[in-house]
């Protein structure tokens, strides 16, 4: 059996959808925090099951009779690290004989503010015991679309990355990934840096806006300080909009830059161009 926490959001739908086309749907787990928002995926005949990761008692229930688990980082930053600890205790206590972390791209050395927690978590589970697989996701594509939206409305690209190159690829490419690596031999131990294929700027990011839209749309690079108030008057909560601002910095320093093409290796095809997400954002505004 596999089991996927946090599997009612974006990725987690992603992944038990590449799992439904590798393994019949009685040997998926929807590990979930509220099992009444996966009525979906119980349709198709994945099997749900109560996990909430700040409610011990839920995991270990949870994780009873799984084989390999995929845990999705928690989304909520500032408690992930205690989050994942009671993830990882009640699955070494379930006897999981695989766990599987959804990390961030070059976690050990990466300076992006969000890396700590991550680097946190790896640490505990190699503590742990249990055998391991540590997925180091890049930044997909899909962080952009808000961003893509208001240049095209307002006639600029904004940000402080500067010429910093980012590795994306789809989200739908990391679940692929995550799909392969609970369904085939010869993963454990090992820590994948996962990015897509093609490095961009936010120069070429704004080239391809403006070539899909038909008119110039420039990108204007910034101090951080003035776009986390772009940012915070634009409506974002202004913790949230340094952090933003913070995770440019990071860029381009090169956070978010890998060339080792390992997600394309492990999914067998061409991870998904920046430009083929930006078409299907920009088409649903036409």
């Known amino acids: 059996m596999i ?26 787990v929807a590990a979930v925090r509220n099992p009444g928002k996966a009525a979906e995926l119980a349709a198709q005949g994945v099997t749900i099951r ?13 994780f ?23 993830v990882i205790d009640a699955a070494r ?29 790896e640490a505990a589970i190699r503590a742990s015991g249990l055998p391991y697989v540590i997925l180091r996701n ?9 961003t893509v939206r208001s240049a095209v409305q307002n006639g600029v690209l904004v940000g402080s990355a500067g010429d910093g190159r980012i590795s994306s690829a ?6 692929e990934a995550a799909a392969v690596v609970l369904t085939s031999e010869g993963h454990e131990g090992k820590v994948y840096e996962l990015a897509g294929d093609e490095a961009w ?17 420039p990108y204007r690079n910034v101090d951080p300080g003035e776009y986390a108030s772009l940012l915070t008057r634009s409506g974002i ?20 830059f890998d060339d080792g093409r390992q997600l394309s290796a492990l999914i067998q095809r061409p991870t998904t161009p920046m430009a083929r997400t930006v078409e299907a954002w920009l088409k649903q505004n036409r």
């Open 237 to 256: 909560p202004e913790a949230y909009a340094r952090m933003i601002a913070d995770w440019d910095v990071a860029i381009a320093a090169g956070s978010l």
């Open 201 to 217: 700027t936010m120069d070429d990011l704004a080239r391809e806006i403006s070539r899909q839209v038909g008119r110039d749309i």
């Open 64 to 86: 009873a009779g799984i084989d390999k688990l995929l845990l999705i980082s928690s989304s909520e930053i500032g408690q992930r690290v205690q989050h994942h600890r009671n």
């Open 138 to 146: 890049g930044w997909y594509t899909e962080n952009y679309e808000d």
């Open 3 to 28: 089991a996927v926490t946090g599997a009612t959001g974006k990725l987690g739908r992603l992944v038990i959808a590449s799992l439904l086309q590798r393994i019949p749907a009685n040997e998926i």
């Open 50 to 62: 109560e996990a909430d990761y700040t409610r011990p008692a839920t995991l270990e229930a949870a």
């Open 93 to 121: 206590r379930a006897g999981v004989k695989l766990f599987v972390y959804t990390s961030l791209l070059h976690a050990d050395t990466s300076q992006i503010n969000l890396a700590e927690e991550h680097r946190q978590t």
């Open 170 to 175: 789809s989200r739908a490419d990391y679940a």
